[in-house]
């Protein structure tokens, strides 16, 4: 069983940038993915990369956004810039399509000023 532990997420004002990180303790899956979960809202898919590097986005953060993998390191990035108020949320990484159980704690992203 894959473990993800994500991490990197803060405060951030309007406008500035974050990158985060998630690390798996073995080998990730073909397809991985950043999902969040903003308060009161389902878990949506942001951005998505397979295992040869290929990536799409919702079209709420596309061009923002940018997510990324080292399969040596087994962890999987998401490089965020032009941070809004909206982006504020829980982000976790999973598999695409998620796994129920590998669901790891999430990292707060709070964009605020």
């Known amino acids: 069983q894959v473990q993800l532990v994500e991490s990197g997420g803060g405060l951030v004002q309007p406008g500035g940038s974050l990158r985060l990180s998630c690390a798996a303790s073995g080998r990730i899956f073909s397809t991985m993915g950043w999902y969040r979960q903003a308060p009161g809202k389902s878990r949506e898919l942001v951005a998505g990369i397979t295992r040869g590097g290929s990536t799409n986005y919702a079209d709420s953060v596309k061009g923002r956004f940018t997510i990324s993998r080292d399969n040596a390191k087994n962890t999987v990035y998401l490089q965020m810039n032009s941070l809004k108020f909206e982006d504020t949320s829980v982000y976790f990484c999973?598999?695409?399509?998620?796994?129920?159980?590998?669901w790891g704690q999430g990292t707060q992203v709070t964009v605020s000023s």
């Open positions: 999973n598999r695409v399509p998620a796994s129920r159980s590998s």
